[in-house]
């Protein structure tokens, strides 16, 4: 990729009670630093319901693992909830071999309820 490229973004979105947040890309060191701060603020409030839409990450190295275990701490530490979609194949692999599937509640698509509408599907997201 050249530069200034982007190789990741992330979408957040409220649907009812529940954060989704979407990630799309390659979840690398360098996603992970430049996203770190906005995950964090998104998990400022108490008891939080949250997904995390998997489906279109390319590429998951040890910092972003590191990422999603820190979210489901920081999710945990508040009394709420955490939810992974099942990502593409390549980066199921990943999470089986490092046996981080065993720590995640597994969704394997994101519930009707969760959906985005067709006419909101653009929504404010941050790119590294």
Known sequence: MGVGETTFLLRDRWA????????YGE??????????????????????????????VTFLDASGLRMLVRVKRQVADKGGVLRIV????????????TRLDRAFT???????????????????????
Do not use: N, Q
């Open 27 to 56: 979840l690398d060191i360098w996603s992970t630093v430049t996203l770190a701060g906005h995950v964090e603020s998104l998990l400022d409030r108490p008891r939080p319901d949250v997904v995390v839409d998997l489906r279109e």
């Open 16 to 23: 009812g009670g529940t954060l989704v947040i979407e990630l």
């Open 106 to 128: 597994v969704l394997d698509g994101l519930p009707a309820a969760l959906e985005r509408p067709a006419e909101h599907r653009g929504g404010h997201g941050v790119s590294a």
């Open 86 to 97: 099942r990502p593409c194949p390549r980066v199921w692999r990943v999470l089986r071999l």
